[in-house]
């Protein structure tokens, strides 16, 4: 019995420290939570004198532990999503739900089924897992389309690494974040003592360093303020999500958003800005209100950016994408680019599409736009477009924001419900400004509608589901942080380097006096 409990011992830790990293996000915003997080995790897979042995499948499963429980907790709004709008039962919400956060699980613990081949040297160990977290964060990237979400470094916005986002992103910060947990985890378990004094205090100062660089790069300018400043009007008309594409609904959603800009623009405002999808038609289907939408534009000398569904022909086929459409000087119009799965579109449609009402929302038919779009030019600023999801993707916004003056975010997170969804989205685009070092401007149906400053801080916002206007100003900047230059490859680099060294200083470990500790390191 006793060894049966001490097998569910490290599991069930692991799966505690997952879900301890969930506080250090949004809306909790425990920053300190997510060190005692990763130091936990390191703790559980880290050599010492009372360690137990490692192998490969014991890893991987201590780490799929630790992605379920922060995947569980922080992506619990999943759930509400499936349930509450995506009209599936209780039952088929929590199998849904389970299957997303097992394979979220399953991605982040792929890398870390290698972590005991780097357990012969503490500074091994300590590099490789640091490597390991950012590779399990990378994966997530990409992989099935990605879900960049959850990752580390969003909960460190305010902290002294957040100096660092310009630099490396929040890939970078996950990656330091992970190499001081690592070594706290590592002089818990005595895995020090072996190493003579000299290379114990150089690897506690490379813990502590990353701190303190970033604490200093925090007054560094990256990129500069120009002169132009435009003066903003954003509309937070607080549609409810089940009533968004009622046809009965259609006027009185019109009316909130046309009476509320006809207000803006008698505050002389420059620009007007709808969120996501505001109008609840597509395009093409309503050429009255389109013109009227173009001609107050003109008249006012207040030009609109709004999203809406665009739709057209291609080979005799009608294709239809999620826009933001600019009424204006010139109209003009940006397709957005990465679409989130089963919400705009049915991977594997012509299978499962149909089979349950989840498969069928009522905009699981989005095609995305071409990769080059340009920036949509609005009152004197180039704006980098990114519709909803678009936002969460570091690299993908580092490239708009190259040819932009200000970062441009359309959403609508009703889907979310009264979740944490929301604030944990709108912390990721407080991220993306401090990245790129430029104002970022977020309009959406229900909140979190907020005009951000290019050091990751909310400027002023509104509150979550109010029907409300934000006005306020922004100022064009130019240049480039090294993120924007180097991108994601850049930390990718740093993290196969440090996997280099960690596998060269893992071929020669330093030797234990303990016998335990000696075995465990041959194992």
């Given at each position: 019995?006793r060894?049966?409990t ?33 130091a ?40 509400v ?5 995506g ?33 012969g ?5 300590a590099?490789?897992?640091a ?12 992989v099935?389309t ?12 305010n ?11 929040v890939?970078?910060?996950g ?7 690592a ?8 895995a ?24 200093a790069?925090?007054?560094v ?8 400043e ?42 007007v ?27 006012s000398g ?13 080979d ?6 999620n ?10 119009l ?11 579109y049915v ?11 989840f ?16 920036p ?15 936002i ?9 924001a ?45 909140g979190?509608?907020a005009?951000?400053?290019p ?35 850049g ?11 960690a596998?060269?200083l893992?071929r ?16």
């Amino acid at each position: 019995m006793r060894k049966f409990t001490a097998s569910l011992m490290a599991p069930l830790l692991a799966v505690i420290a997952g879900s301890l990293l969930t506080l250090s996000l949004a809306p909790y915003n425990y920053w300190w939570c997510s060190l005692i997080s990763l130091a936990m995790f390191a703790w559980i897979l880290a050599p010492g004198p009372r360690a137990q042995p490692l192998s490969t499948w014991r890893s991987y499963r201590l780490a799929f532990c630790f992605g379920f429980g922060l995947f569980v907790t922080g992506g619990s709004w999943v759930y509400v999503s499936i349930t509450d709008f995506g009209g599936s039962s209780a039952i088929l919400g929590v199998l849904l739900t389970g299957a997303f956060v097992s394979i979220l699980a399953v991605l982040f613990a792929v890398p870390f089924a290698f972590i005991g081949r780097f357990r012969g040297s503490p500074v091994a160990f300590a590099l490789a897992f640091a490597s390991l977290w950012f590779m399990a964060e990378w994966l997530r990237t990409w992989v099935f389309t990605g879900f960049p979400w959850l990752f580390a470094g969003y909960g460190h916005l305010n902290t002294w690494l957040a100096g660092w986002a310009p630099v490396i992103s929040v890939y970078g910060i996950g990656l330091l974040l992970a190499f001081t947990a690592a070594v706290i985890a590592l002089v818990i378990r005595g895995a020090l003592a072996p190493l003579k004094a000299p290379t114990s205090i150089a690897l506690l100062v490379a813990a502590l360093l990353p701190w303190a660089a970033g604490l200093a790069m925090q007054s560094v300018s990256w990129t500069h303020q120009k002169d132009t400043e435009v003066t903003l009007g954003l509309v937070q008309a607080n549609i409810p999500q089940d009533k968004k594409w009622l046809p009965e609904f259609r006027g009185e959603t019109i009316r909130r958003y046309q009476s509320a800009t006809a207000k803006l623009r008698e505050e002389g405002v420059d620009v007007v800005i709808w969120p996501e999808a505001a109008l609840p038609l597509l395009y093409h289907h309503a050429p009255n209100l389109m013109e009227a939408l173009q001609r107050n534009a003109e008249q006012s000398g207040s030009e609109l950016i709004t999203g809406i569904l665009y739709d057209t022909e291609k080979d005799q086929r009608r294709i239809v994408h999620n826009s933001a459409v600019v009424f204006g000087s010139q109209q003009q119009l940006y397709h957005k680019r990465h679409l989130v799965p089963f919400g705009e579109y049915v991977p594997l449609e012509d299978w499962i599409r149909g089979t349950i009402e989840f498969f069928n929302l009522p905009t699981s038919f989005i095609r995305p736009g071409p990769d080059d779009q340009a920036p949509l030019s609005a009152g004197k600023l180039n704006w980098a477009p990114l519709i909803c999801y678009e936002i969460v993707y570091p690299q993908l916004v580092a490239d708009s924001a190259g040819g932009a003056d200000v970062l441009l975010t359309l959403s609508n997170d009703a889907w979310f419900g009264k979740s944490i969804g929301p604030l944990q989205h709108m912390q990721m685009a407080q991220m993306r400004a401090l990245e790129t070092q430029r104002y970022l401007v977020r309009a959406t149906n229900t909140g979190v509608t907020a005009l951000v400053n290019p050091q990751g801080q909310i400027v002023s916002t509104l509150p979550q589901f109010e029907q409300a206007t934000l006005t306020g100003k922004v100022r064009a900047r130019s240049g480039n942080t090294p993120y924007m230059i180097y991108g994601t490859w850049g930390v990718l680099a740093l993290a196969v380097l440090f996997l280099v060294v960690a596998w060269l200083l893992q071929r020669t470990p330093a030797v234990s006096s303990n016998t335990a500790y000696a075995r465990e390191l041959a194992d």
